[in-house]
């Protein structure tokens, strides 16, 4: 195969930096391990990189050339993204004061939030198509191609969103007391918040 896909091994790295580099996924996955322990980054986890995954293949399709030639369309869901970021950094923010073994799940953002997550975040639409229109290629097997890629893009994101989850459980140690726990959310929300906004003002 890689003969005849010679992008194929520039695209595992890429894929690694691209889900082992902090953003608002990674940090959700982490805050959410830290919270309510690892299995529930496990969604978030799955629902992540499942709906980017996903997205190659669709811009792969040429599903995402609306955003190209829409402007508008990429500035309204870049400032959605924000908007829904900034509400989950606040959510975290100003959550009550209490140990780590009494938080509630339903504060857990799912496997959904985070599918959604993607879908209005406009990084994650640029990134698709910098994947596509760099790695695919052009030919009779670009369609192939873009399904390679989008799966190997699944399998990578995957384990690289894990060790987030596993720093954030292992983080849990030194969250017993309430105030430690005030401390971590208050540092992550405003985390999140920063990388939102970076998107905007860069």
């Known amino acids: 195969m890689l003969s005849s896909f010679p992008t194929f091994l520039p695209f595992l790295l890429f894929a690694f930096v691209a889900s082992i580099t902090p953003g608002p996924t990674n940090i959700l996955v982490l805050s959410n391990s830290a919270r309510f322990g690892l299995t529930a980054a496990v969604p978030i986890i799955f629902g992540g990189c499942a709906s980017a995954a996903t997205l190659v293949l669709l811009v792969g399709t040429g599903a995402g050339s609306s955003l190209t030639a829409l402007p ?4 309204a869901m870049q400032w959605a993204g924000v908007a829904w970021l900034s509400y ?3 959510q975290i923010f100003s959550a009550p004061a209490m140990a780590i073994t009494s938080q509630k799940s339903a504060d857990r953002l799912g496997a959904w939030g985070a599918a959604g997550l993607q ?3 406009p990084k ?5 198509l910098a994947v596509v229109s760099v790695f695919a290629g052009a030919g009779e097997d670009r369609l ?5 890629l989008s799966l190997a893009f699944f399998l990578i994101s995957v384990p690289c969103l894990g060790v987030w989850a596993l720093l954030g459980a292992g ?3 030194w969250l017993r007391s309430p ?4 401390r971590f959310n208050r540092c992550m929300a405003l985390l999140l918040l920063g990388s939102a ?4 003002l860069a």
Do not use: E, F, G, K
């Open 88 to 90: 989950l950094a606040w």
């Open 197 to 200: 906004w970076m998107s905007v």
């Open 144 to 148: 192939m191609h873009v399904l390679y």
């Open 179 to 182: 105030r430690a726990m005030q």
């Open 72 to 75: 508008v369309v990429q500035t």
């Open 171 to 173: 983080s849990s140690r």
């Open 119 to 121: 879908w209005i975040n």
């Open 124 to 128: 994650t639409w640029m990134m698709a």
